[in-house]
């Protein structure tokens, strides 16, 4: 959007939902009252109900049910995160645009977001499923002092930051957990991916590029059958609807929070808000590594580097890098069920 | 260059200097003896030296000093190394296309080659000197199977065929050795650069671009200024012409056996062979590591993860991850100066 209808919804919204007349507006701007009449005739373009006309007063209503900068960055409490926010309607994938735009020189922070991915990426190249317009997927450009063996730890980091997120928005911390290596199970149903690429001049990242995908208002019934049984969305699980942008400006607050402590003091400062998430240790679980193989154990936790520790029968502790973890039901659950 | 050409040029190369009648070509091609005479002039025009004229013999008296694939894999003993090569006579940093080339799908083993580097990078983003038609700069796609932790350690496996393509080149062993991270002196000058760039999904590698500087043919005044009293080149050295395009050939044959192993056994299995010419421990270093700090002490190995292990004065062990390094002289060096 450009400059003169940002300013436009900015004095709107400085009115809290009153009536601001046209010639106010042009004061206030500088511009003339037929160029505010373009400006409001553009915002509801986009969405914005804003009852008025050229010469009388004007409202806003109600704001779009869009992910647009002027929506995410209206209240937003970061220094240096999502500042610089690109937003598509559709793109293939939100992290296939932010290392395009990390390497033409994008800065640590650079954002993108898109209402819609056509080609959603999930770890290991799998898909992540991403319909328009009731989630939220979203890249973070970082440039991190951090060497290629430190990189992978920053996907617990971001794990953290988006489980105290959705915490906070569904207000039952207890229900959030971070399941290794990289999903938010809410109420133990996955509600959100985290996928990191990284680049790196052999032992030093140049950028990394911190992919989440929420499920915030999509129905679980619209999800790919393989998923639908293990996957939940926000709304799904409170009953409500959940607003958007107001949950991508929380994310980032957190988010931004997090990484810089990670910047300081690396994994070790987020250990604990890790652990306090992180439900797996003492739990069995089979795990398939990428190289084809199998094996079962008892999570130990998780070590220094990111990998997952597990002491399997014999009592060897191994340690594992990437793969896929399937958690043994336990007695209880069993019963449960 | 097109596959009719190439043909004839191998036919010719076949022939061993000996002339080749039109009549036999075209048979042997079956092609007109008109596609013939075409296909010699565009050889022609590459500045192959091929006497005769339509109707007459065609002998091939001389190649041209170019690294064109025709010449690089005339006799290239690889498997999958520089299979699919790409030659540039001029570009901006071959590590750079090798990258995009890689993005686009470009599998294992695909190499590029240009003349000459117009922005030709070192590592830490440094410029890397790549005056045209005199050296090698070449730059490999991987897509192996290491974790980003791993990874750094395909500086010190290239660094080793570098080293034993240099040592075999010049046929004096003795005079090769690899100074950390990722150079290899000839004489105690610098005549080999290493850049590895990376792409991970957090733990696990996408794909790395190994690219190679070596100094064979240029002459060590035309340095700028700063590298003169560090550098030299393979000619400078012996006093003889280097035949550009079958050290390039040396080179490929050695680093695919020297890929192979690491991709077995890991740095591991070929850690004699590195240490064999890396003279650096027990000599006393100064390091200035990236992040702006200092220190001295003396080298004692490499660690497993590629970092420099170097003890302090005060007896504590420490690991670098990046950073220069300056040898200090030994008594004997600063007696002999």
């Keep these: 959007m450009t400059d003169g209808p940002a300013r436009?919804?900015?004095?709107?919204?400085?009115?809290?939902?009153?009536?601001?007349?046209?010639?106010?507006?042009?004061?206030?701007?500088g511009v003339s009252r037929n160029q505010i009449w373009k400006h409001v005739e553009a915002l509801r373009k986009?969405?914005?109900?804003?009852?008025?006309?050229?010469?009388g007063g004007y409202q806003l209503e109600a704001a779009p049910d869009r992910l647009y900068p002027e929506e995410v960055q209206a209240g937003l409490a970061t220094r240096w995160l999502a500042r610089d926010l690109r937003y598509f309607d559709a793109t293939d994938s939100t992290n296939r645009v932010a290392q395009d735009l990390a390497r033409a020189g994008a800065g640590h922070g650079c954002t993108v977001i898109a209402e819609e991915q056509t080609a959603g990426r999930g770890r290991l190249g799998r898909r992540f499923f991403s319909p328009p317009h009731t989630n939220l997927y979203t890249s973070i450009v970082l440039r991190p002092a951090l060497t290629t063996a430190e990189a992978p730890t920053l996907i617990p980091a971001a794990a953290v930051a988006v489980a105290d997120a959705v915490a906070e928005t569904v207000g039952d911390s207890d229900a959030v957990e971070i399941k290794w290596p990289n999903d938010v199970l809410l109420g133990g149903r996955k509600t959100s991916g985290i996928l990191v690429d990284l680049t790196a001049e052999a032992s030093r990242v140049g950028f990394a590029v911190v992919g989440i995908g929420v499920n915030l208002n999509v129905d679980p019934e619209v999800f790919p059958e393989e998923f639908r049984a293990l996957a939940t969305s926000l709304r799904a699980f409170t009953g409500q609807p959940i607003d958007r942008a107001a949950f991508a400006r929380r994310l980032y607050g957190i988010l931004e929070q997090v990484l810089d402590e990670h910047a300081r003091g690396g994994f070790d400062a987020l250990r604990a808000r890790f652990a306090a998430r992180f439900r797996m240790p003492g739990r069995r679980v089979r795990v398939l590594e990428i190289d084809g193989s199998a094996l079962s154990g008892t999570v130990r936790g998780l070590a220094d580097d990111g990998t997952l520790e597990i002491e399997r029968e014999d009592g060897e502790v191994v340690r594992v890098v990437a793969g896929d973890v399937t958690l043994e039901k336990t007695l209880k659950e069993v019963e449960g069920t």
């Design 8 to 29: 436009v919804l900015e004095a709107l919204r400085d009115a809290r939902g009153g009536p601001t007349s046209g010639a106010t507006l042009s004061a206030e701007l």
């Design 46 to 55: 986009r969405g914005y109900e804003i009852p008025g006309e050229p010469g």
